[in-house]
């Protein structure tokens, strides 16, 4: 009777036993010298993606997240660019336009994993500098700064990677702007 009338279990239904192995296994991975490994790679690759997309001239914005936002601006060429990339060269790169950003915001989402290589990663920017060159897009340097653009103080994208608490990041002071990464970083 009970299960039948209380608000706690009206609509809901267990989880099936398989799922629940797999949220197990991954939290005991995440755990594991194998997580913390795969968790450097992930940010290696982060890293080396994000440094590579800005040395080449791509309109890569600030994140202290490991997805690489690169800025578009028009909706029709982010899923251009975005379809070429998969139909012509196989590379998935989701188009984020409107309503998910502002007009005007439209960009593509990079999101490196710690299973991709060099090699891929340096084709995918091959790929990329042949499709901007076909659509006539320009490749401009510097494009992301190297300071945050909410208070303008040095980025610190190692300690984003790390969240670790050294000498160096203890002396940094928040800008207290809300929002800002920098903030959010200085303070993890």
Known sequence: ???????????????????????????????????????HKHQENVRYIRTR????GFPVEHTPSHI??????????????SDKLLKQYGHYVQAINYPTVARGEEKLRLAPTPHHTKPMMDQLLLDMKAIWDE?????????????CKFCRKPLLYDHYEARTRSNKYKSAEPCNIPNCPQMIAVAN
Do not use: N, W
């Open 53 to 56: 997309l800005m040395e080449e």
């Open 135 to 147: 659509l006539g897009l320009t490749l401009k340097t510097p494009v992301c700064s190297s300071e």
């Open 68 to 81: 690489i936002p690169i800025k578009i601006g028009d909706p029709a060429i982010c899923t251009s660019v």
């Open 1 to 39: 009777m009970i299960r039948s009338y209380a608000a706690g279990f009206i609509f809901t239904t267990s989880l099936p036993p398989t799922v629940l192995a797999g949220a197990l296994k991954a939290v005991q991975i995440l755990a594991s010298d194998e997580g913390r490994e795969l968790r």
